[in-house]
């Protein structure tokens, strides 16, 4: 079994049967008042990368009455490329970015009842912070200045920013997703990186909810501790899948709950 980082991977207890399902939200992309009833966090999307004011209260408000986490899912101001482009920016200003966002989806979620209580990074900033320095801190930084949780890649430089500082971390791991044997995401675009196979889909939930074990794209297994596992709600099928690995932990005995 490879071990992708020696500080997060570990294999879950079999012992250990709760497990977090999380979902982006927010995009004006897919089904979100249907999708909020099958998870327990939702990363709400601030406005950088997609989603408008009315459009995050009305989630933020789904949120509330199914007794769903809210998080903020920051990005780089791209809604042109859907948060999904790399981009150099100041760590002065990717701080004051980030805190904008988590600023105003907090104001929001506090109109209509909620609260936000971590952060999850969107697409290309995900990613970066696995490895870039300067970013990495720059959102960590943000993060520990709003005194929020931060959710993200097992093995990833901002994660262990963050604990380093203090801060409470998340790790997380996706069900639609391909990983590299290195344990990070294949990048979108290349063949197989996005799972649209039900079946195989909530399979693979089960194996990494109950065993913390998971196989990357070329087969070889890793190890992927994952305090929450990610739904995309825009990947072709996401809601008979969110359904699907809904019924498959159940069955398995494992309880779906924010913890």
């Given at each position: 079994?490879?071990?992708v980082a020696p500080s997060d991977a570990r294999p879950r207890s079999r ?46 408000e789904q949120a509330v009455a199914s007794g769903v986490r809210i998080g903020a899912q920051v ?185």
């Amino acid at each position: 079994m490879k071990n992708v980082a020696p500080s997060d991977a570990r294999p879950r207890s079999r012992n250990s049967r709760v497990i977090d399902l999380n979902a982006d939200l927010g995009e004006g992309i897919g089904d979100d008042a249907a999708m909020v009833q099958l998870v327990t966090s939702a990363n709400i999307a601030c406005g950088f990368h997609a989603g408008t004011p009315t459009l995050l209260r009305r989630t933020c408000e789904q949120a509330v009455a199914s007794g769903v986490r809210i998080g903020a899912q920051v990005s780089y101001p791209d809604r042109d490329g859907f948060g999904r482009r790399f981009m150099e920016i100041a760590p002065e200003d990717l701080i004051a970015d980030v805190l904008f966002q988590i600023g105003a989806l907090s104001g929001i979620a506090r109109s209509v009842g909620g609260t936000v209580d971590y952060v999850k990074p969107h697409g290309a900033l995900y990613n970066a912070i696995v490895a870039h320095p300067e970013q990495a801190t720059a959102v960590v930084t943000a993060v520990g200045e709003a005194g929020l949780a931060l959710m993200g890649l097992p093995g990833s430089l901002s994660l262990e920013l963050a604990r380093d500082a203090g801060i409470p971390v998340l790790t997380e791991g996706f069900a639609d997703r391909a990983y590299t044997p290195e344990g990070t995401l294949v990048p979108r675009g290349t063949a197989g990186a996005v799972l649209t196979d039900t079946a195989a889909v909530a399979d693979r939930v089960v194996k990494l909810a109950t065993t913390g074990r998971i196989r990357a794209l070329d087969g070889s297994p890793i190890i992927v501790h994952a305090d929450s596992i990610c739904l995309h709600g825009d990947t072709p099928g996401a809601l008979e899948h969110a359904r699907a690995v809904r019924r498959a932990l159940t069955a398995a005995g494992v309880r779906v709950s924010a913890r």
